[in-house]
């Protein structure tokens, strides 16, 4: 079975269709789960929406998400997010917002947690450090947590009852329990690389020793970033928010 894993994909439909052929290209027939921010900072959350919807994929609430259906309020926003989301609840058709609104905080799915920052602080914690990392790692409730939120690619696992970083290198890695997958953002990846990224779960019995728990591996995927940079500026939205996705900030 394989799984393709997104998140932060923030309106950004061009990032989005990219990371979608490349889950076409690699893991055909793959089901499509996200971690929330699906809407924010970018200007098509209807369309986004909509394609996410067509493509049956399931998932959770993001701290924007909740923002922009009035369940969050603006104040832990900075200056720029805030703009973007009372920009995006204005635009937002009822049939997104009801998608929206029937997302859960928090969703297991056999032996992995999805939420988008931790299970214990689902719209707030940013995981950053080895000390969040082993807060978490101790006390899940499946053997993978599946997040976002930092908009930062992550791996940790415990050794020897520490909490520690893997590194990512683009290949197949083992998934080991316990273990925090920081899937990265499709639509404004904050690790300086511009690229959107996404993360393939392989839970293929092909009888080799993957372990029980498969592989993780990161995809970067190269998306058409004037376009969404484009449609940001028409839409009136901070102007930060279009030059930060050349960069990857
Ligand atoms: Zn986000």
């Known amino acids: 079975m394989k799984i393709a894993l997104l998140s932060d994909i923030h309106a950004n439909l061009a990032a989005l269709r990219a990371v979608l052929d490349d889950v076409d290209a690699v893991a055909s027939g793959a089901a499509i789960w996200h971690t929330g921010d699906i809407v924010g900072y970018n200007a098509e959350p209807n369309e986004?929406?909509?394609l996410l919807r067509e493509r049956g994929a399931v998932g959770v609430?993001?701290?924007h998400d909740a923002a922009v259906l009035g369940e969050l309020d603006l104040s832990w926003f900075n200056a720029a997010a805030a703009a973007a989301a009372r920009w995006t609840?204005?635009?937002l058709t009822a049939a997104s917002a009801t998608w929206l609104r029937a997302l859960p905080k928090i969703s297991e799915m056999g032996d992995a947690t999805l939420v988008h920052g931790s299970p214990r602080e689902p719209l707030g914690e940013y995981?950053?450090?080895?000390a969040g990392a082993h807060e978490n790692l101790v006390s899940l409730s499946?053997?993978?947590?599946f997040h976002g939120h930092t908009h930062t690619p992550a791996h940790w696992t415990l050794r020897a009852g520490r909490a520690t970083s893997v590194a990512i290198d683009?290949?197949?890695q083992p998934l080991h329990a316990p273990s925090l997958v920081n899937l990265g953002s499709v639509g404004q990846p904050r690790d300086g690389d511009p690229r959107a990224a996404w993360v393939l779960w392989d839970r293929?019995?092909?009888?080799s020793a993957l372990g029980a728990l498969g592989t993780v591996t990161w995809r970067r995927v190269a998306y058409d970033i004037a376009r969404t940079q484009a449609l940001v500026r028409a839409a009136g939205l901070p102007e930060s928010l279009a030059t930060r996705l050349a960069v990857g900030a």
Do not use: C, K, R
């Open 89 to 91: 609840a204005a635009h």
């Open 48 to 50: 986004v929406v909509m």
């Open 127 to 130: 995981i950053v450090d080895a």
């Open 61 to 63: 609430m993001g701290n």
């Open 170 to 172: 683009g290949a197949a």
């Open 204 to 207: 293929s019995d092909d009888g």
């Open 142 to 145: 499946t053997p993978i947590l």
